[in-house]
């Protein structure tokens, strides 16, 4: 009886998670996961990543990826969260440059090479406790607009939802996140910017990773988004 309501409660659990599993292109839904999306090793239980100095905070990536995705500069790019954007909390993209000479499928993008290309965060308009509200909640698709400046050529675009429910304390935030492959055509020259890496770009506790009902103001972590 004890195992069968722990199973139970189990699976009640993972429902409430997510992975990221499937683009968006222009309103166009992948027929399958892990087309052009790495897979992450949460693609049977949903589960989040809590600590930000460990590797799967870069793209949570079980193996290599497969495909391709290509997406115009300035198209707007969406991801699938197979149960919906079932905890509170940011949405922010983050793109890395695959650098000239590597493979898209098996480039790692340690170091400076990321850099927030959107980031859609909660508001609070009455300054109140308890008072957020987040336009990614309960949401099955979260989409940004690919800046139109950023240089045409290979990318890693990484979303993360940063799930804010038991982020009372530091590693109470948990994120879902996944790395897609798309090669960005019709692009500028812009210098993107700026740069930071995964992991090393979160301290955990520290700034946007700690949330709680009395929460009042709040500004999601990383820097700034690239104002291309
Ligand atoms: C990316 O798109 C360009 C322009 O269409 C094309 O020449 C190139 O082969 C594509 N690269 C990949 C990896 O799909």
Excluded at 108 to 130: C, L, M
Excluded at 136 to 162: A, D, H, M, W
């Amino acid at each position: 009886m004890r195992s069968f309501t722990s199973l139970v409660l189990l699976a009640g659990v993972a429902s409430a998670h997510y992975r990221f599993s499937k683009l968006v292109i222009n309103g166009e839904t992948e027929a399958t996961e892990w087309k052009s999306i790495r897979m992450t090793k949460n693609y049977q239980d949903d589960h989040g990543v809590t600590d930000v100095n460990s590797a799967d905070i870069r793209c949570f990536q079980m193996k290599a990826g497969t495909g391709t995705a290509t997406v115009a500069a300035g198209d707007e790019l969406g991801f699938v969260a197979d149960q919906g954007v079932t905890h509170p909390g940011p949405v922010q993209f983050y793109m890395a440059k695959v650098p000239d000479g590597k493979e898209i499928n098996t480039w790692e993008a340690t170091g400076n090479v990321w850099f927030k290309a959107a980031s859609i965060d909660g508001t609070n308009p009455t300054g109140k406790t308890s008072g957020f509200t987040w336009p990614t909640y309960n949401k099955k698709v979260t989409s940004f607009v690919v800046p139109k400046n950023v240089p045409s050529g290979k990318y890693l675009v990484r979303v993360e939802s940063i799930a804010l429910h038991q982020a009372q304390s530091a590693g109470g935030a948990q994120f879902y996140l996944a790395c897609a492959q798309v090669n960005i055509t019709g692009g500028g020259n812009g210098t993107p910017g700026p740069l930071v890496a995964f992991p090393g770009a979160y301290k955990s506790g520290g700034p946007g990773l700690i949330f709680s009902w009395q929460t009042t103001s709040y500004t999601p972590p990383g820097p700034d988004v690239w104002q291309g």
